[in-house]
């Protein structure tokens, strides 16, 4: 089974450290045509144009051939073909499979019946290690290296995928972290069990203004109206974890505001222009990540 | 007087077995369970006597499932681990126990759970189901191989 990139925990420290410093290389040198003799799969059994146009781009950037959908209206996939058949089908023509796919393990399991390298561009709630290696790319290249960050994940804790991939991928590096989160969307016990027994230290808050001054990495996360049973609560705690100019005024220097994206309110306009803003840099490093990822997993790198 | 009834019980309740297997400290209410993580609902001529809802001090109420000349390897009776993880299994010979073991419960079980994940590509695709397992203070937990997500022994589904 040639190695996939599935889920953050398939890479080792040092395979990480190799993706990121490759990323560099790509990003000082966007063209590169080492792989021209390369086709690509994307598959998106759900639609997710950001992701999508991505990896994409590193693909073209890196001289391979893309072919693939965007969706699974006029595939054979909505002729009820089985996941299992469509990979076996599309790994006779290519030499390596993205695929995003609304249900959870989805990517795993095509791991196993592809031939070919697999990278999860998103398996439903559970995994998007590509995202996770882009947040680590970032960081880095705000602070210049990744050890002993304080960093402070702030609103949707919960149900986030990437706060849980980055909390499990910066676990090598000695971190410390503090959870913003309201009362409904808290960091799931199983994480906070993994930070105990990796002996990181985490504090949990319901006050954004609590620990903001100390933060070098403030991740944000989109708080989403329907994770909510009460829309009364949704009301009262949206304004709470809402991040605006006015409250950076006493944060480190070197201080960073992180966003996966798309943001849906949780920071306002007039953060953009502050020097602390990284989010659109943030996804613009998507690119070289994903292009380093590519390289690797097909041995060129 | 009473240990008279108890014995007499005991012999009639469940009948002996020349040769072959007998599963005792079954919870009672994983008798089934057993016999479907078996097989032994199907495509089985061994002749089997089950008893159930019998006295038990250790488990309240227990069964006990006596299968005619048949021995099973260890990976296939460890197993029924998922619902009886106390059972303990009686080889026969001529009547008489010849050898005794006990469950231990795989680090692996492939195919027989069900991820309680409604998300999970399990439940949407003929994907054979793979759990690691860790038993805690008497939990029995199964970590999905594909979604990620954990399965408590108590919401198990086969
Ligand atoms: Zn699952």
Known sequence: ?301 | MGTVKKITEKTLQVNAIENGTVLDHIPADQLFKVIQILGLDKECKNQITFGTNLESKKLGRKAIIKIADRVFKPKEINKIALVAPDAKINIIKDFKVIEKKVISIPKEIVGIAKCMNPACITNHQPVPTRFTTSYENKHLKLLCHYCEKTTDGENLQL
């Open chain 1, 1 to 301: 089974m040639p190695k996939s990139l599935i889920s953050i925990s398939d890479f080792t420290k040092e395979e990480m450290l190799h993706i990121l410093d490759v990323a560099g290389e790509f990003e000082k040198n966007k063209s590169q045509n080492f792989l021209h003799d390369k086709v690509i799969a994307c598959l998106f059994f759900e639609p997710s144009t950001r992701t999508r146009l991505s990896f994409e781009t590193a693909s073209n950037r890196l001289g391979a051939r893309v072919i693939g959908f965007s969706d699974v209206a006029n595939t054979s996939v909505s002729k009820g073909e089985t996941l299992k058949d469509t990979i076996k089908m599309v790994s006779n023509y290519v030499d390596l499979i993205v695929m995003r796919h609304p249900l959870e393990g989805a990517a795993r399991y095509a791991s196993e019946v592809a031939s070919v390298p697999v990278i999860n561009a998103g398996d439903g709630a559970n995994q998007h290690p590509t995202q996770t290696m882009l947040d680590m790319y970032t960081i880095k290249q705000t602070q210049g290296h990744l050890e002993n960050m304080n960093i402070n994940m702030v609103g949707d804790l919960k149900y986030g995928r990437t706060v849980h991939s980055l909390i499990q991928a910066m676990s090598y590096f000695s971190p410390s972290f503090v959870f913003t989160a309201p009362p409904e969307l808290k960091m799931p016990q199983e994480y906070k069990d993994f930070l105990t027994s990796k002996k990181i230290p985490f504090t949990e808050t319901e006050d954004l203004m609590e620990h903001i001054n100390d933060t070098d990495i403030l991740y944000m996360t989109r708080v989403q109206q329907e994770r909510f049973t009460d829309p009364m609560e949704y009301e009262k705690v949206k304004n709470c974890f809402r991040l605006t100019a006015s409250m950076l005024g006493g944060c480190k220097k070197n201080m960073k505001i992180l966003h996966p994206l798309p943001r849906v309110g949780e920071i306002t306009q007039d953060v953009d222009d502050t020097p602390f803003a990284y989010y659109f840099r943030q996804a613009g490093n998507g690119m070289f990540v994903r292009m380093a990822i590519i390289a690797y997993l097909l041995g060129a790198r």
